[in-house]
């Protein structure tokens, strides 16, 4: 029931628009968006949803737009990826260590999902936390990611509040991590600065080494 699907069909909404966007660009990637990397990673990089011209276009999460600028940069900093930049899913980058997602897996209109369509992409994002191995690390970008990694596990979100820094205590010893999103909004806005999200992933990096 929540294996993932490229031909998944559970968000009316996000189906027609998706039926749309392929019409009107026969060359995009235009469905629902698989996660990149091995599922056995310890790190898991929850994000939002496929941007219209990036993962939406490529096929693979962060890849051909702004937002993935500064996230495959800081990854490849950090020893998590390969190469720096990301392109397409032919440029060679490899991802070591981790695994990248979206709470909603379809390009959502004026790139927000409705609260409903996050519930019903959520059990995909359950069944990937539960391939995480013990005393892994996942990191939300953004509050809508935050709180679908709480659902996916039955938490309350009174007791995990989310905060760009903010670390949470979650069930097998795994750590949630939360950073502001690094969209090209709050990178041009100064929301989030690269060092800002540099040191979320390099304190990410020094517990999953003390842990191993």
Known sequence: MNKFSLDCR????????????????????????APFGAGSARLLIVGLAPGM??????????TGDFAGILLYD??????????????????????????????????????RPLPEEVRRCNGYLTAEIETLPDRGAILALGLIA??????????K??????????QHA?????????????SRYNTQTRRLTPEMFRSVLAKIRKDLARLR
Do not use: W
């Open 157 to 166: 979100r009174s007791r995990h509040r989310f905060g760009h820094g903010a």
């Open 53 to 62: 011209h990036g993962a939406n276009r490529t096929g693979r999460p962060f």
């Open 10 to 33: 559970r968000c009316p909404r996000l189906a027609r628009h998706l039926d749309k966007v392929r019409a009107e660009q026969p060359d995009y990637h235009a469905r629902p968006v």
């Open 170 to 182: 979650l069930p097998r010893g795994i750590t949630l991590y939360d950073s502001y999103h690094c």
């Open 74 to 111: 800081t990854l490849h900093r950090n020893g998590f990826a390969n190469k720096s930049v990301s392109t397409g899913v032919r440029d060679g980058l490899k991802l070591e260590g981790c695994r990248i997602t979206n709470a909603v897996k379809c390009l959502p209109p004026a790139n």
């Open 146 to 155: 935050h709180d679908a990694v709480l659902m996916a596990l039955g938490l």
